[in-house]
Protein backbone atom coordinates (compact mmCIF):
# COMPACT_ATOMS: atom_id res chain seq x y z
CA UNK A 1 0.00 0.00 0.00
CA UNK A 2 2.70 2.09 1.03
CA UNK A 3 4.17 1.60 -2.53
CA UNK A 4 1.29 2.25 -4.26
CA UNK A 5 0.45 5.45 -2.30
CA UNK A 6 4.33 6.69 -3.02
CA UNK A 7 3.94 5.78 -7.01
CA UNK A 8 0.23 7.63 -7.11
CA UNK A 9 2.36 10.51 -5.40
CA UNK A 10 5.04 10.63 -7.73
CA UNK A 11 3.51 12.44 -10.41
CA UNK A 12 2.13 15.92 -7.90
CA UNK A 13 5.66 15.33 -6.89
CA UNK A 14 7.63 16.01 -10.41
CA UNK A 15 4.95 18.53 -11.24
CA UNK A 16 6.40 20.39 -7.96
CA UNK A 17 9.75 20.23 -9.38
CA UNK A 18 8.89 21.68 -12.73
CA UNK A 19 10.37 25.41 -13.14
CA UNK A 20 6.94 25.95 -15.05
CA UNK A 21 5.35 24.73 -11.88
CA UNK A 22 5.87 28.21 -10.19
CA UNK A 23 4.75 30.22 -12.49
CA UNK A 24 1.59 27.77 -13.31
CA UNK A 25 0.24 27.86 -9.50
CA UNK A 26 1.12 31.88 -9.63
CA UNK A 27 -1.29 32.71 -12.61
CA UNK A 28 -3.91 30.26 -10.87
CA UNK A 29 -3.99 32.59 -7.99
CA UNK A 30 -4.34 35.84 -9.61
CA UNK A 31 -7.03 34.47 -11.87
CA UNK A 32 -8.80 33.38 -8.17
CA UNK A 33 -7.89 37.01 -6.87
CA UNK A 34 -9.04 38.57 -10.00
CA UNK A 35 -12.61 35.99 -9.65
CA UNK A 36 -13.46 36.73 -5.83
CA UNK A 37 -13.00 40.54 -6.23
CA UNK A 38 -15.59 40.65 -8.75
CA UNK A 39 -17.72 38.36 -7.11
CA UNK A 40 -21.21 38.64 -5.14
CA UNK A 41 -17.82 37.25 -2.57
CA UNK A 42 -16.22 40.89 -3.17
CA UNK A 43 -16.97 42.74 0.05
CA UNK A 44 -15.88 39.48 2.35
CA UNK A 45 -12.62 39.00 0.36
CA UNK A 46 -11.43 43.14 0.36
CA UNK A 47 -12.84 42.82 4.22
CA UNK A 48 -10.69 39.63 4.88
CA UNK A 49 -7.47 41.35 4.11
CA UNK A 50 -8.40 43.80 6.88
CA UNK A 51 -8.56 41.84 9.59
CA UNK A 52 -6.29 43.12 12.58
CA UNK A 53 -3.46 40.90 13.92
CA UNK A 54 -1.19 41.99 16.82
CA UNK A 55 2.05 40.68 17.28
CA UNK A 56 3.12 40.89 21.09
CA UNK A 57 1.02 42.25 23.54
CA UNK A 58 -1.58 45.21 23.32
CA UNK A 59 0.44 47.76 25.30
CA UNK A 60 3.88 46.45 23.76
CA UNK A 61 3.98 45.20 19.91
CA UNK A 62 2.98 45.41 16.68
CA UNK A 63 -0.86 45.81 15.70
CA UNK A 64 -1.15 45.67 11.11
CA UNK A 65 -4.24 44.11 9.20
CA UNK A 66 -3.60 41.12 7.55
CA UNK A 67 -2.58 42.65 4.26
CA UNK A 68 0.58 44.55 5.73
CA UNK A 69 1.82 41.52 7.55
CA UNK A 70 1.84 39.88 4.22
CA UNK A 71 3.29 42.80 2.47
CA UNK A 72 5.64 44.01 5.32
CA UNK A 73 6.21 40.62 6.99
CA UNK A 74 5.79 37.41 4.35
CA UNK A 75 7.18 39.15 1.62
CA UNK A 76 10.58 39.73 3.32
CA UNK A 77 10.83 36.40 3.57
CA UNK A 78 10.72 36.59 -0.38
CA UNK A 79 13.39 39.23 -0.02
CA UNK A 80 15.72 37.31 2.20
CA UNK A 81 15.44 34.38 -0.71
CA UNK A 82 16.22 37.58 -3.52
CA UNK A 83 19.29 38.35 -0.91
CA UNK A 84 20.62 34.84 -0.89
CA UNK A 85 20.56 34.66 -5.11
CA UNK A 86 22.02 37.83 -5.75
CA UNK A 87 25.23 37.00 -3.04
CA UNK A 88 25.50 33.60 -4.86
CA UNK A 89 25.42 35.23 -8.19
CA UNK A 90 27.90 37.76 -7.68
CA UNK A 91 30.09 35.43 -5.79
CA UNK A 92 30.05 31.70 -7.72
CA UNK A 93 27.51 32.82 -10.45
CA UNK A 94 27.49 34.14 -13.78
CA UNK A 95 27.96 37.68 -12.32
CA UNK A 96 30.97 36.49 -10.29
CA UNK A 97 33.29 37.02 -13.42
CA UNK A 98 33.05 40.95 -14.97
CA UNK A 99 33.39 40.08 -18.50
CA UNK A 100 30.27 37.53 -18.03
CA UNK A 101 28.67 39.52 -16.12
CA UNK A 102 29.10 42.94 -18.07
CA UNK A 103 26.10 41.85 -21.04
CA UNK A 104 23.69 41.00 -17.70
CA UNK A 105 24.28 44.18 -15.89
CA UNK A 106 24.12 46.55 -18.88
CA UNK A 107 21.04 45.16 -19.75
CA UNK A 108 19.08 45.09 -16.62
CA UNK A 109 20.30 48.76 -16.19
CA UNK A 110 18.99 49.49 -20.13
CA UNK A 111 15.88 47.56 -18.93
CA UNK A 112 15.80 49.56 -15.73
CA UNK A 113 15.88 53.50 -16.63
CA UNK A 114 13.83 53.26 -20.03
CA UNK A 115 10.77 51.41 -18.54
CA UNK A 116 10.95 54.57 -16.18
CA UNK A 117 11.40 57.08 -18.70
CA UNK A 118 8.82 56.01 -20.19
CA UNK A 119 6.14 55.77 -17.63
CA UNK A 120 7.21 59.54 -16.57
CA UNK A 121 6.68 61.20 -20.05
CA UNK A 122 3.05 59.83 -19.75
CA UNK A 123 2.98 60.82 -15.63
CA UNK A 124 5.73 63.68 -15.31
CA UNK A 125 3.87 65.20 -12.09
CA UNK A 126 1.33 65.06 -9.33
CA UNK A 127 0.54 61.55 -6.90
CA UNK A 128 0.62 59.61 -10.60
CA UNK A 129 4.36 60.14 -11.39
CA UNK A 130 5.32 58.14 -7.80
CA UNK A 131 4.85 54.64 -9.90
CA UNK A 132 8.25 55.62 -12.38
CA UNK A 133 9.30 52.39 -10.37
CA UNK A 134 6.61 50.30 -11.44
CA UNK A 135 7.16 49.00 -14.68
CA UNK A 136 10.91 49.04 -13.58
CA UNK A 137 10.83 45.33 -12.20
CA UNK A 138 11.14 41.68 -13.95
CA UNK A 139 9.29 38.75 -12.31
CA UNK A 140 11.69 35.95 -12.24
CA UNK A 141 9.29 33.36 -11.30
CA UNK A 142 6.99 33.74 -14.40
CA UNK A 143 9.92 35.04 -16.74
CA UNK A 144 11.81 31.26 -16.31
CA UNK A 145 8.82 29.85 -15.98
CA UNK A 146 8.26 30.49 -20.06
CA UNK A 147 11.62 29.29 -20.26
CA UNK A 148 10.78 26.14 -18.68
CA UNK A 149 7.87 25.41 -21.20
CA UNK A 150 10.25 26.05 -24.01
CA UNK A 151 12.46 23.72 -22.73
CA UNK A 152 15.14 22.55 -25.52
CA UNK A 153 13.91 25.58 -28.28
CA UNK A 154 15.77 27.61 -26.18
CA UNK A 155 19.77 27.50 -25.62
CA UNK A 156 21.33 27.14 -22.21
CA UNK A 157 23.12 30.60 -22.64
CA UNK A 158 19.78 32.69 -22.68
CA UNK A 159 18.17 31.02 -20.27
CA UNK A 160 21.07 31.93 -17.67
CA UNK A 161 21.47 35.62 -19.42
CA UNK A 162 17.56 36.24 -18.16
CA UNK A 163 18.58 34.61 -14.82
CA UNK A 164 21.59 36.67 -14.28
CA UNK A 165 19.47 40.07 -15.61
CA UNK A 166 17.01 39.29 -13.56
CA UNK A 167 19.04 38.81 -10.36
CA UNK A 168 20.84 42.17 -11.14
CA UNK A 169 16.88 43.86 -11.78
CA UNK A 170 15.99 42.37 -8.50
CA UNK A 171 18.57 44.02 -6.55
CA UNK A 172 18.04 47.11 -8.79
CA UNK A 173 14.15 46.99 -7.33
CA UNK A 174 15.42 47.24 -3.92
CA UNK A 175 17.85 49.71 -4.23
CA UNK A 176 14.75 51.78 -5.86
CA UNK A 177 12.51 50.58 -2.93
CA UNK A 178 15.18 51.58 0.12
CA UNK A 179 16.15 55.01 -1.94
CA UNK A 180 12.94 56.15 -2.97
CA UNK A 181 9.90 54.61 -1.57
CA UNK A 182 10.86 55.32 1.88
CA UNK A 183 8.77 57.51 4.15
CA UNK A 184 10.00 59.76 6.96
CA UNK A 185 13.39 58.12 8.70
CA UNK A 186 13.51 57.40 12.55
CA UNK A 187 16.86 57.64 13.19
CA UNK A 188 16.84 56.22 16.59
CA UNK A 189 15.27 52.96 14.96
CA UNK A 190 17.66 53.29 12.15
CA UNK A 191 20.94 53.25 14.70
CA UNK A 192 19.26 49.94 16.75
CA UNK A 193 18.70 48.43 13.09
CA UNK A 194 22.46 48.74 12.43
CA UNK A 195 23.35 47.22 15.26
CA UNK A 196 21.59 44.02 14.46
CA UNK A 197 23.17 44.15 10.95
CA UNK A 198 26.81 44.68 12.42
CA UNK A 199 25.85 41.83 14.93
CA UNK A 200 24.58 39.54 11.92
CA UNK A 201 27.87 40.85 9.94
CA UNK A 202 29.92 39.88 13.31
CA UNK A 203 28.38 36.19 13.59
CA UNK A 204 29.46 35.97 9.67
CA UNK A 205 32.96 36.90 10.08
CA UNK A 206 33.00 34.26 13.23
CA UNK A 207 32.28 32.06 11.57
CA UNK A 208 28.64 30.89 13.06
CA UNK A 209 26.64 28.34 10.96
CA UNK A 210 23.53 28.29 13.50
CA UNK A 211 20.56 28.93 11.42
CA UNK A 212 18.49 30.32 14.49
CA UNK A 213 21.27 32.63 15.25
CA UNK A 214 20.38 34.46 11.80
CA UNK A 215 16.95 33.94 12.79
CA UNK A 216 16.43 35.66 15.82
CA UNK A 217 18.93 38.86 14.56
CA UNK A 218 17.54 39.06 11.87
CA UNK A 219 13.88 39.75 13.24
CA UNK A 220 15.45 42.47 15.35
CA UNK A 221 16.71 44.10 12.06
CA UNK A 222 13.19 43.45 10.45
CA UNK A 223 11.51 44.84 13.56
CA UNK A 224 13.80 47.73 13.66
CA UNK A 225 14.02 48.70 9.59
CA UNK A 226 9.58 48.39 9.86
CA UNK A 227 10.05 51.60 12.81
CA UNK A 228 12.90 53.61 10.71
CA UNK A 229 10.24 54.33 7.52
CA UNK A 230 12.54 52.24 5.32
CA UNK A 231 10.93 49.20 3.92
CA UNK A 232 11.41 46.24 6.11
CA UNK A 233 11.34 44.22 2.66
CA UNK A 234 15.38 45.74 2.63
CA UNK A 235 15.49 43.51 5.97
CA UNK A 236 15.16 40.63 4.18
CA UNK A 237 17.83 41.22 1.40
CA UNK A 238 20.22 42.32 4.49
CA UNK A 239 20.11 39.15 5.83
CA UNK A 240 20.55 37.35 3.13
CA UNK A 241 23.58 38.73 2.51
CA UNK A 242 25.20 37.88 5.82
CA UNK A 243 24.65 34.27 5.57
CA UNK A 244 27.58 32.49 5.29
CA UNK A 245 28.90 30.99 2.42
CA UNK A 246 31.49 28.45 3.08
CA UNK A 247 30.49 24.79 4.64
CA UNK A 248 31.76 23.66 8.13
CA UNK A 249 33.28 20.67 6.40
CA UNK A 250 35.88 20.95 3.55
CA UNK A 251 35.43 18.47 0.32
CA UNK A 252 38.50 16.60 2.01
CA UNK A 253 37.19 16.87 5.27
CA UNK A 254 33.22 15.64 4.28
CA UNK A 255 34.78 12.66 2.59
CA UNK A 256 37.29 11.79 5.39
CA UNK A 257 34.60 11.99 7.82
CA UNK A 258 31.99 10.32 5.34
CA UNK A 259 33.65 7.25 5.16
CA UNK A 260 34.92 6.43 8.73
CA UNK A 261 30.96 6.19 9.34
CA UNK A 262 30.32 4.05 6.38
CA UNK A 263 32.64 1.82 7.05
CA UNK A 264 30.77 1.93 10.76
CA UNK A 265 27.81 1.36 9.52
CA UNK A 266 29.20 -1.62 7.16
CA UNK A 267 30.52 -3.59 10.17
CA UNK A 268 27.84 -3.31 12.01
CA UNK A 269 25.75 -5.56 9.82
CA UNK A 270 22.30 -5.50 8.50
CA UNK A 271 19.27 -4.74 10.69
CA UNK A 272 17.22 -7.60 11.18
CA UNK A 273 13.92 -5.32 11.32
CA UNK A 274 12.51 -2.18 10.60
CA UNK A 275 14.73 -0.37 13.71
CA UNK A 276 18.27 -0.07 13.89
CA UNK A 277 20.51 -0.67 17.10
CA UNK A 278 21.16 2.82 19.39
CA UNK A 279 24.93 2.47 18.07
CA UNK A 280 23.47 1.81 13.87
CA UNK A 281 21.11 4.83 14.41
CA UNK A 282 23.39 6.86 15.90
CA UNK A 283 25.93 6.52 13.29
CA UNK A 284 23.22 7.12 10.58
CA UNK A 285 22.22 10.33 12.07
CA UNK A 286 25.92 11.33 12.70
CA UNK A 287 26.32 10.64 8.79
CA UNK A 288 23.23 12.85 8.10
CA UNK A 289 24.69 15.88 9.76
CA UNK A 290 27.64 15.42 8.36
CA UNK A 291 26.22 15.56 5.06
CA UNK A 292 24.29 18.47 6.47
CA UNK A 293 27.65 20.61 7.26
CA UNK A 294 29.23 19.96 3.87
CA UNK A 295 26.83 22.09 2.06
CA UNK A 296 27.49 26.11 2.68
CA UNK A 297 24.38 27.82 5.50
CA UNK A 298 23.18 29.71 2.32
CA UNK A 299 23.00 27.00 -0.27
CA UNK A 300 21.23 24.88 2.06
CA UNK A 301 19.47 27.88 2.73
CA UNK A 302 18.36 28.66 -1.22
CA UNK A 303 17.73 25.17 -1.77
CA UNK A 304 15.33 24.80 1.61
CA UNK A 305 13.59 28.17 0.90
CA UNK A 306 13.06 28.41 -2.80
CA UNK A 307 10.12 26.15 -2.84
CA UNK A 308 8.40 27.87 0.53
CA UNK A 309 8.97 31.11 -1.43
CA UNK A 310 7.66 29.86 -5.04
CA UNK A 311 4.73 27.81 -4.03
CA UNK A 312 3.57 29.54 -0.36
CA UNK A 313 5.00 33.32 -0.05
CA UNK A 314 4.69 34.39 -4.00
CA UNK A 315 0.78 32.95 -3.96
CA UNK A 316 -0.25 34.18 -0.93
CA UNK A 317 0.82 37.74 -1.61
CA UNK A 318 -1.01 37.34 -4.98
CA UNK A 319 -4.41 36.33 -3.29
CA UNK A 320 -3.52 39.13 -1.20
CA UNK A 321 -3.02 42.07 -3.91
CA UNK A 322 -3.92 40.86 -6.88
CA UNK A 323 -7.64 41.01 -6.59
CA UNK A 324 -8.85 44.24 -8.64
CA UNK A 325 -12.80 44.70 -8.79
CA UNK A 326 -14.05 46.87 -11.75
CA UNK A 327 -17.32 47.13 -13.83
CA UNK A 328 -16.79 47.24 -17.61
CA UNK A 329 -17.51 51.11 -17.69
CA UNK A 330 -14.32 51.70 -14.95
CA UNK A 331 -12.29 48.99 -16.86
CA UNK A 332 -12.55 51.14 -20.17
CA UNK A 333 -11.62 54.45 -18.27
CA UNK A 334 -8.86 52.68 -16.19
CA UNK A 335 -7.16 51.23 -19.88
CA UNK A 336 -7.21 55.01 -20.80
CA UNK A 337 -5.64 56.03 -17.51
CA UNK A 338 -2.00 57.42 -17.94
CA UNK A 339 -1.01 55.19 -15.09
CA UNK A 340 -2.15 51.88 -17.25
CA UNK A 341 -0.78 53.34 -20.15
CA UNK A 342 3.18 53.94 -18.84
CA UNK A 343 2.79 50.83 -16.83
CA UNK A 344 2.37 49.01 -20.24
CA UNK A 345 4.12 50.66 -22.28
CA UNK A 346 7.19 50.76 -19.61
CA UNK A 347 6.81 46.90 -19.73
CA UNK A 348 6.00 46.22 -22.98
CA UNK A 349 8.12 48.33 -25.03
CA UNK A 350 10.98 49.83 -22.45
CA UNK A 351 11.99 46.39 -21.30
CA UNK A 352 12.92 45.15 -24.85
CA UNK A 353 14.26 48.01 -25.94
CA UNK A 354 16.15 48.93 -23.13
CA UNK A 355 17.91 45.66 -22.56
CA UNK A 356 18.35 45.27 -26.26
CA UNK A 357 20.30 48.60 -26.50
CA UNK A 358 22.13 48.40 -23.46
CA UNK A 359 22.99 45.48 -24.34
CA UNK A 360 24.11 46.34 -28.04
CA UNK A 361 25.98 49.18 -26.75
CA UNK A 362 28.45 46.76 -23.95
CA UNK A 363 29.11 44.58 -26.95
CA UNK A 364 29.69 47.68 -29.42
CA UNK A 365 32.26 48.82 -26.86
CA UNK A 366 34.00 45.81 -25.76
CA UNK A 367 32.84 45.41 -22.63
CA UNK A 368 31.06 42.04 -23.33
CA UNK A 369 30.06 39.41 -25.84
CA UNK A 370 26.56 38.14 -26.92
CA UNK A 371 25.74 34.80 -25.00
CA UNK A 372 27.02 31.75 -27.50
CA UNK A 373 25.11 31.19 -30.72
CA UNK A 374 22.74 33.71 -29.44
CA UNK A 375 21.01 36.37 -31.90
CA UNK A 376 20.13 39.89 -31.63
CA UNK A 377 16.34 38.68 -32.20
CA UNK A 378 16.37 36.52 -29.29
CA UNK A 379 18.07 39.34 -26.76
CA UNK A 380 14.99 41.26 -27.54
CA UNK A 381 12.90 37.76 -27.12
CA UNK A 382 14.27 37.83 -23.75
CA UNK A 383 13.90 41.28 -23.11
CA UNK A 384 10.36 40.76 -23.86
CA UNK A 385 10.30 38.00 -20.70
CA UNK A 386 11.70 40.49 -18.68
CA UNK A 387 8.46 42.69 -19.28
CA UNK A 388 6.52 40.12 -16.74
CA UNK A 389 6.68 42.08 -14.12
CA UNK A 390 3.98 41.08 -11.93
CA UNK A 391 5.19 40.44 -8.28
CA UNK A 392 7.93 43.11 -7.66
CA UNK A 393 5.83 45.72 -10.08
CA UNK A 394 2.68 44.65 -7.85
CA UNK A 395 4.86 45.18 -4.54
CA UNK A 396 6.01 48.91 -6.01
CA UNK A 397 2.49 49.92 -6.72
CA UNK A 398 1.82 49.07 -2.89
CA UNK A 399 4.34 51.35 -1.87
CA UNK A 400 3.72 54.33 -4.77
CA UNK A 401 0.00 54.75 -4.27
CA UNK A 402 -2.21 55.28 -1.55
CA UNK A 403 -5.31 55.70 -3.82
CA UNK A 404 -7.29 52.59 -4.15
CA UNK A 405 -7.76 53.91 -7.94
CA UNK A 406 -4.21 55.00 -8.85
CA UNK A 407 -3.73 50.90 -7.42
CA UNK A 408 -6.22 49.48 -9.86
CA UNK A 409 -4.94 51.12 -12.84
CA UNK A 410 -1.43 50.22 -11.83
CA UNK A 411 -2.73 46.86 -11.49
CA UNK A 412 -4.34 46.45 -14.87
CA UNK A 413 -1.64 47.72 -16.39
CA UNK A 414 0.92 44.80 -15.09
CA UNK A 415 -1.64 42.02 -15.39
CA UNK A 416 -1.79 43.03 -19.09
CA UNK A 417 1.57 43.86 -19.86
CA UNK A 418 2.50 40.36 -17.96
CA UNK A 419 0.32 38.32 -19.80
CA UNK A 420 1.05 39.71 -23.23
CA UNK A 421 5.34 39.78 -22.40
CA UNK A 422 4.34 36.31 -21.78
CA UNK A 423 2.99 35.35 -24.78
CA UNK A 424 4.54 37.23 -26.97
CA UNK A 425 8.49 36.43 -25.63
CA UNK A 426 7.01 33.06 -25.97
CA UNK A 427 6.18 32.98 -29.88
CA UNK A 428 9.74 34.93 -30.70
CA UNK A 429 11.62 32.66 -28.78
CA UNK A 430 9.50 29.13 -29.78
CA UNK A 431 11.60 28.04 -32.30
CA UNK A 432 14.15 24.96 -31.77
CA UNK A 433 18.17 25.93 -30.94
CA UNK A 434 20.35 25.73 -33.98
CA UNK A 435 22.94 23.29 -33.90
CA UNK A 436 25.96 24.29 -33.13
Known amino acids: MPLQLARLMRPFED ?64 FFVVGLEIKREFLAGELASPHKAAL ?24 EGRGWGIPMATDIAFALGVIALL ?69 GLWIALLKSGIH ?20 EQFIGKAEGLIRTIREMGTASGPFHKQEKMGALL ?68 GITLAAWLAVKVGLAHLPEGARWSEIFGIGILAGIGFTMSMFITNLAYPQAELVADAKLGIFGASLLAGIIGYLMLSRPVRPS
Not at 17 to 26: D, E, N, T
Not at 104 to 127: K, T
Not at 152 to 177: K, M, Q, W, Y
Request: charged share 10%; glycine share 10%; aromatic share 10%.
Open 15 to 78: FFKRQAAGGIVLLAVTLLAIALANSPFSSTYFHFWEIEFTLGSSGFGLSKSLHHWINDGLMAVF
Open 104 to 127: PIAGAIGGMLLPAVIFFLFNPGGM
Open 151 to 219: GNRISRSLAIFLTALAIVDDLGAVLVIAIFYTSDLNLLALAIGAIFLALLVIGNRSGLQTPNFYALVGL
Open 232 to 251: ASVAGVLIGATIPVRPRFSH
Open 286 to 353: ALEHVTHDALSPLQRMEHEMNRWVIFGVMPVFALANAGISMNFSELLTALGSPVTIGVVLGLLVGKPV
